[in-house]
């Protein structure tokens, strides 16, 4: 229902002041704020302005509304004309008048609540539009009988004023906008101060990230850097102490025999930290390398049964691997999931005093992820400690830990490996009730492109034997190069099998040095196809590993075997057996200072020279007859005879030619070519004295005498 207000004819233009002078009139009694009554005034005063001009002529009719208990204003202007072509085009802004209408009716469509249009060709237009009344006007019989007296009211119309009245709203709408303007401009400027300030902490974010990377880098390089530094030393103390263990050089004491123990026990300690501490730099600086290989749980739990099994030293613990059914198989790094669960194992061995350890695979199809859990009945982790056991050097405080130490690298390695393998590591433990650690990987491991192996460029000397190495770890193909440096000897790396097969393909190696325990390789099975190879089964194996399972390499095929770390003379002595060639060079050292003789002794690779001393230059002349030495390291000023007398006296008792000299003196002649005429081949001074320098002369020293020969 609605009450009509009032209706009013629109013919000509100064009915229009009459619109805009009885609408404002309307809009003020029904309570409107004026800026509401410029709006319906204006919106009025558009469309009347179309009827007339469009439509020649019309009628408008003020009406009062309510809707869902909202009462409103209702305003229809109807008209007699042609009607409004493309009125959707208008609405939706599309239609482009030149005579300006579509721009009035949108304009006073904006300034409304709803407005509606009804028009049709030779019928003429209806335009209607409401706007809510304020929440404080009350709708009764009696506004609406003073709105009537109001409106009775024959009020003479006034043109001036009425524009006057516009022009005062123009004003007031101008100042507003200004107003509005200079509020945007301020805005606009906080605007551009925040967003300097935003851009000054990206760019500083940036740096604190580009040193953080730099830090993180550092950190991973010098992890890196300082494990390989270590594990040199280490291995030859484990070397040692093997040495002294096995009583080769005559029985220890038994408090002797104790203290060797302690120091290997501390030596292997220290090489399980240095090997975590690198397998954590590897992994936080990107560089392990994923190798996905075939294996099946069966196999995996097979080969932990037989590494972990030494570590029961009594019958109160049990350890159970529960047989894998219905898992299909893996094909992911295999090494890297058993490090997980060997951390696993031997971290529940530790802490279980009673009881049983049990290894458990489960398989999900829905998400093909395989799930390995290990479970113990020790003494268990209390919640607030669950976090702690995944940082780096982390451990939980307790009675049994003075009893088993630990680096406290094993989980938080282990959590590591797991997101790189693409899975993930939980616990569930409880004080008392023991422990459940569990990992879940993909069963297939995606292969990306980037992790592709590059091979190195494998240049073969044609003066020296190529030996192919194959190891993954990086120290231990340096330590092995050193041993062969200044050897007859070229070691020719290689970090996987497969990188192997395609050296085997360009070069024919003297002898293989093969180490068993490869990421996410099969060793043995490239042992096994190497010596059913036509083309390489006459190629000798040197097995060199940790694995301590020498009777199964040489079952498989291996000529020779050897521990890690490796004794420098051992190694040599095993390549000169499998190659037949005699590597270890004769070396006679002649001088009177015996610390001379010492410095010359320890830059000399061990095996690869073979020394002897002389105090003085005649017992050097009678070692020289007896001994025939390949090269000869001899000093000037000695007594009774000299360096140069030296040299004569060898020269005039030679049978044939004399061996090489390398002359060594604190002092070298402002003129050596005496020297040289007497038969040195070389002069040296002792304060520029190097293992590189001096190894680089012998071998100058030797390729000459080859070469006159």
Same mark, same amino acid.
């Not at 609406?144 to 119309?157: C, M, N, R, T, V």
């Not at 995996?300 to 019958?315: H, I, K």
């Not at 090494?335 to 049990?358: D, M, P, W, Y």
């Not at 009774?640 to 002359?663: H, K, N, T, Y």
């Given at each position: 229902m609605t009450a009509r207000l009032l209706a009013i004819a629109i013919e000509q233009e100064h009915d229009i002041v009459q619109a805009r002078q009885r609408t404002r009139q309307i809009a003020a009694l029904l309570g409107f704020v004026p800026q509401d009554q410029t709006r319906i005034t204006t919106a009025v005063s558009e469309i009347a302005r179309n009827a007339i001009e469009y439509g020649k002529g019309g009628r408008i009719e003020y009406r009062l509304g309510k809707k869902d208990a909202v009462p409103y204003l209702e305003i229809a202007v109807r008209d007699a004309g042609p009607g409004i072509k493309d009125i959707d085009g208008i609405l939706d802004g599309l239609h482009r008048s030149t005579t300006g209408m579509g721009i009035g009716i949108l304009g006073a469509r904006r300034l409304m609540d709803a407005f509606a249009v009804e028009t049709a060709p030779g019928e003429g237009t209806k335009i209607t539009m409401t706007k809510r009344l304020p929440r404080a006007v009350l709708v009764s019989s009696t506004?609406?009988?003073?709105?009537?007296?109001?409106?009775?009211?024959?009020?003479?119309?006034?043109?001036?004023?009425?524009?006057?009245?516009?022009?005062?709203?123009?004003?007031?709408?101008?100042?507003?906008?200004?107003?509005?303007?200079?509020?945007l401009a301020v805005l606009n400027e906080e605007l551009q101060d925040t967003n300097r300030g935003v851009v000054a902490l990206y760019a500083e974010l940036n740096d604190r990230a580009d040193h953080l990377r730099q830090a993180d880098e550092l950190k991973s390089r010098f992890l890196s850097n300082m494990s390989h530094e270590f594990r040199t030393p280490l291995n030859s103390i484990l070397a040692l102490t093997r040495l002294l263990a096995s009583r080769v050089d005559g029985d220890l004491a038994p408090e002797q025999m104790k203290q060797v123990q302690f120091i290997q026990k501390a030596a292997e300690s220290l090489t399980e930290l240095v090997n975590d501490l690198l397998d954590l730099a590897?992994?936080?600086?990107?560089?392990?390398?994923?190798?996905?290989?075939?294996?099946?749980?069966?196999?995996?739990?097979?080969? *932990?049964?037989?590494?972990?099994?030494?570590?029961?030293?009594?019958?109160?613990?049990?350890?159970?691997?529960?047989?894998?059914?219905?898992?299909?198989?893996?094909?992911?790094?295999?090494?890297?999931?058993?490090?997980?669960?060997?951390?696993?194992?031997?971290?529940?061995?530790?802490?279980?005093?009673?009881?049983?350890?049990?290894?458990?695979?489960?398989?999900?199809?829905?998400?093909?992820?395989?799930?390995?859990?290990v479970s113990d009945t020790g003494i268990g982790i209390a919640e607030k400690d669950i976090e702690m056991i995944w940082q780096e050097f982390g451990q939980v405080a307790n009675a049994m830990q003075a009893k088993v130490k630990g680096t406290g690298l094993g989980l938080p390695l282990s959590k590591k490996l797991a997101e790189l393998l693409g899975g993930s590591v939980t616990v569930n433990s409880a004080i008392g009730c023991g422990s459940r650690f569990a990992v879940t990987l993909p069963r297939v491991f995606p292969l990306s492109g980037d992790r592709a192996e590059l091979d190195p460029d494998w240049i073969v000397d044609s003066n020296r034997i190529p030996i192919l190495a194959i190891d993954d770890d990086p120290a231990e193909i340096l330590n092995q190069e050193r041993i062969l440096a200044g050897t007859r000897y070229q070691l020719i790396a290689a970090r996987s099998t497969a990188q192997a097969k395609r050296a085997l393909e360009r070069i024919i190696p003297g002898a293989i040095i093969l180490d068993i325990m490869l990421e996410g390789e099969e060793a043995w099975r490239f042992l096994i196809d190497t010596k059913h190879n036509e083309t390489t089964h006459n190629i000798p194996f040197l097995v060199v590993t940790s694995t301590r399972d020498e009777r199964k390499a040489r079952s498989l095929g291996a000529d020779h075997y050897l521990d890690k770390p490796v004794d420098h003379a051992q190694f040599l002595q095993a390549l000169d057996e499998l190659t037949g060639a005699r590597v270890a060079i004769k070396v006679l050292v002649v001088d009177d200072e015996e610390i001379a003789r010492y410095l010359v002794r320890q830059l000399l690779p061990r095996g690869a020279f073979y020394l002897r001393e002389a105090?003085?230059? %005649?017992?050097?002349?009678?070692?020289?007859?007896?001994?025939?030495?390949?090269?000869?390291?001899?000093?000037?000023?000695?007594?009774?005879?000299?360096?140069?007398?030296?040299?004569?006296?060898?020269?005039?008792?030679?049978?044939?030619?004399?061996?090489?000299?390398?002359?060594?003196?604190? *002092?070298?002649?402002?003129?050596?070519?005496? %020297?040289?005429?007497?038969?040195?081949?070389?002069?040296?001074?002792?304060?520029? *004295?190097?293992?590189?320098?001096?190894?680089?002369?012998?071998?100058?020293?030797?390729?000459a005498e080859e070469t006159v020969a």
């Open positions: 506004l609406l009988a003073q709105i009537g007296e109001a409106l009775a009211k024959d009020e003479a119309l006034d043109p001036i004023a009425e524009i006057r009245r516009q022009n005062q709203e123009m004003l007031v709408q101008l100042d507003e906008l200004n107003d509005r303007q200079q509020q590897k992994v936080e600086a990107g560089r392990t390398v994923v190798v996905p290989v075939e294996f099946t749980a069966a196999d995996l739990f097979s080969t *932990l049964r037989g590494m972990l099994r030494p570590l029961l030293v009594g019958e109160a613990v049990t350890l159970v691997f529960d047989p894998p059914s219905e898992i299909p198989a893996m094909r992911t790094d295999e090494s890297k999931v058993s490090q997980i669960l060997r951390n696993f194992i031997s971290n529940a061995l530790k802490f279980t005093e009673h009881g049983e350890v049990r290894v458990t695979a489960s398989f999900e199809a829905a998400t093909d992820m395989v799930t390995f859990a105090s003085d230059g %005649l017992s050097g002349l009678e070692m020289a007859r007896k001994e025939k030495p390949d090269v000869i390291i001899l000093d000037l000023n000695m007594k009774p005879i000299d360096g140069l007398s030296f040299l004569q006296l060898l020269a005039s008792e030679a049978m044939g030619r004399s061996p090489p000299v390398i002359v060594l003196t604190s *002092l070298v002649p402002a003129d050596t070519q005496h %020297l040289k005429r007497a038969g040195a081949t070389e002069v040296m001074s002792k304060s520029d *004295l190097t293992s590189a320098a001096l190894i680089a002369a012998m071998r100058r020293a030797l390729t």
